[in-house]
């Protein structure tokens, strides 16, 4: 399960959304998002998942790292199906056993709610697949300058959630080594009630804190020491610039946005 986790992993390549403009990209994925709320019913929806499929396509990403990338959620998304299954008591009762009720309004929108986070998480992840973590830090910090007329430190915030993502596969990385180095001196993780599974992760969160602490120290050191004051007078390598691909883009989104509204309005289902 440690190894499936692909949260802020990039994957380099030169297909026609890793060379869009960020500042872009980010928009893309805001619009993605919309699309898929505003979804009313499933071929809204469908439209959405077309939409995201055809993009991991252009990206050249394999397909089963948009599955990869679903497995740490599991019991979130599993837990979000049971309680809209169990509390929505509206529509047609398909079971009544005691004080469970199931409906069929309940068992769609359990159905609805489990694809649209499947999805919503697919289509987030696109973007640090195919963004860098340098480039994601200046598309954020492009996109909150002019906030900075009210002292908002732009810089810094994209700084921050930047170093962030560029530490999640390291930190993955690390636990994994740290259970196999426990189960190698004969750590049992994985039988056993919830209480003894809970205690048996104390040797690795430990280990894990500590190690992140020390890499934020050294990270700390070697900014310093290369004399790094902020955003202030700090010139880039590559400037971002806009293309024809990049209003191509968002024509071809907002076009697919246009037909989620248009399911909504004439088909509803």
């Given at each position: 399960m440690i190894k499936d986790i692909t949260i802020g992993q990039y994957f380099p390549g030169k297909s026609l959304l890793h060379r869009l403009d960020p500042r872009i990209k980010l928009l893309l994925t805001v619009l993605y998002i919309v699309m898929l709320f505003a979804a009313k019913g499933f071929v809204g929806l469908g439209i959405g998942?077309?939409?995201?499929?055809?993009?991991?396509l252009?990206?050249?990403?394999?397909?089963?790292?948009?599955?990869k990338s679903v497995k740490p959620i599991l019991p979130i998304i599993i837990f979000t199906g049971i309680l809209n299954l169990f509390f929505i008591r509206t529509g047609n009762v398909l079971l009544s056993w005691h004080f469970i009720t199931i409906t069929d309004e309940g068992l769609k929108t359990m159905i609805f709610m489990a694809v649209r986070i499947v999805?919503?998480?697919?289509?987030?992840?696109?973007?640090?697949?195919?963004?860098?973590?340098?480039?994601?830090?200046?598309?954020?910090?492009?996109?909150?300058?002019?906030l900075?007329?009210?002292k908002f430190p732009a810089h810094e915030i994209a700084m921050i959630m930047t170093i962030a993502l560029r530490f999640i596969p390291t930190l993955i990385e690390e636990t994994d080594?740290?259970?196999?180095?426990?189960?190698?001196?004969?750590?049992?993780?994985?039988?056993?009630?919830?209480?003894n599974r809970a205690k048996a992760l104390i040797p690795i969160l430990i280990p894990l804190f500590v190690s992140a602490f020390r890499r934020a120290d050294d990270l700390a050191l070697a900014m310093e020491c290369r004399c790094y004051r902020g955003g202030d007078g700090r010139t880039r390598l590559k400037q971002l610039k806009t293309s024809y691909r990049d209003y191509l883009s968002i024509l071809v989104v907002s076009l697919f946005l246009?037909?989620?509204?248009?399911?909504?309005?004439?088909?509803?289902?």
């Open positions: 998942i077309v939409f995201l499929i055809f993009s991991f252009i990206s050249g990403i394999p397909i089963k790292m948009m599955l999805f919503l998480i697919c289509g987030t992840s696109l973007l640090t697949y195919t963004t860098s973590p340098i480039a994601l830090t200046d598309a954020i910090e492009r996109i909150f300058s002019p900075r007329v009210i080594k740290i259970m196999s180095a426990q189960k190698a001196r004969g750590a049992d993780l994985e039988s056993g009630s919830i209480l246009a037909m989620v509204i248009l399911a909504n309005i004439y088909i509803g289902i």
